[in-house]
């Protein structure tokens, strides 16, 4: 059974800067791809960045230019930087791994962007 574990979430100021890790039990180039999701009270689950075993990377338009997703390929871990945050990041992140017929997701991390 593949493990997702998030970790890096917390309370933070608007304007500053987080970075979410996502720790994989499995070789990340097993997977399709790997992303991070979002849901915010009372919003649907929606995807905020992911990165292809080829490398490719797609964002959210909401946080083009803010965040970031990399990968470390030696510690099976993908990793989310969010820069300038908003209060409107303030969500449940999700850690995603696809593959051709399975979906797998991690507990979820609290990003709080408040003053």
């Known amino acids: 059974q593949v493990q997702l574990v998030e970790s890096g979430g917390c309370l933070v100021q608007p304007g500053g800067s987080l970075r979410l890790s996502c720790a994989a039990s499995e070789s990340i180039f097993s997977f399709n791809a790997m992303g991070w999701y979002r849901q915010a009270p009372g919003k649907e689950r929606g995807l905020v960045a992911a990165i292809t075993s080829g490398g490719r990377r797609n964002y959210a338009d909401s946080v083009k230019g803010r965040f970031t997703i990399s990968r470390d390929n030696d510690k099976n871990t993908v990793y989310l930087q969010m820069n300038r945050l908003k209060p409107e990041d303030t969500a449940v992140y999700y850690c995603?791994?696809?593959?051709?017929?399975?979906?797998?997701w991690g507990q979820g991390t609290q990003v709080t962007v408040s003053s």
């Open positions: 995603n791994a696809e593959r051709t017929f399975d979906h797998y």
